[in-house]
Structure formats: C-alpha cells, structure tokens
C-alpha cells in the first residue's frame, strides 16, 4: 500500500505541473500535500520514470503544451499507454489490475466532463 500511495501522490504532482505550469518549488509541495524534501524525492522519481519535468522560471513538463491541454506531439492514446506502463511496472500484480480496470471504466465520462468543460470555456470566450 506504501508504494500505491506513492505513486498517486507523484501523479498528482504530474498533474499539478502539467495543468499549472510555472509553479515555485513552495507552490508544487503544497499542491502535493508534501515538504520541498519529499517533493524533490518524488520530482527525481517521476524523471526516472521518464517524465521530462523540468524547472524553468517555475516547475513545467518539457514539451510543450497546447491549448487543448494534450501534451505537443503525443497523443492521448500514447500519453495512456506511457502511465499505464508506470502503474504496471511500480505496482505489479493484481492492484496495478484493478486499478487499470477502474480507470478504464471511469476514463469515458471524465473524458466526456473535458470535452463538456473545453466547449464551454470556447463557447463563452468573446475574444
């Protein structure tokens, strides 16, 4: 269970940066729920992973993100592989299994609540 708590709360600071780019290092371990030392534990963790997570004028992934949010010439689909691959290699066995089960039930609707959210946000934006 350690290593599953682990790894949810070093997703959760992958999403911080990706969804709130530029973030200080005091910024980043507060969205995290963690001190600057566990945050530079698990930013260092989440690079070996492969996450290219970098700091510059604030913590931010090293490609680019585009206004749809998705990661600059990765798609979705290679973006899901890639983190069921960690899942799968960090917690082997049947929890990794369940897990991916769950998300693979809950991914249709949060998809649907972003595109809801994304056509919103264009359809009021008067600019």
Do not use: C, H
Not at 23 to 30: D, E, N, W, Y
Not at 107 to 124: C, D, M, T, W, Y
Request: hydrophobic share 40%; net charge positive.
């Amino acid at each position: 269970m350690i290593r599953a708590r682990r790894l949810q709360r070093r997703f959760g600071i992958l999403e911080a940066v990706i969804r709130e780019p530029g973030l200080s290092p005091r910024q980043l371990a507060s969205r995290g729920g963690v001190s600057e030392r566990t945050l530079s534990r698990d930013l260092k963790a989440l690079r070996e992973l492969g996450y290219g997570i970098v700091y510059s004028d604030g913590y931010q992934v090293q490609e680019s993100l585009g206004w749809d949010g998705i990661l600059a010439g990765r798609s979705l689909a290679r973006v899901y592989e890639e983190q069921l691959k960690v899942l799968r290699d960090e917690l082997p066995g049947p929890l990794a299994a369940q897990i991916e089960a769950e998300v693979n039930a809950l991914a249709p609707a949060a998809l649907a609540g972003l595109f809801a959210s994304v056509l919103e946000k264009r359809l009021n934006y008067r600019g």
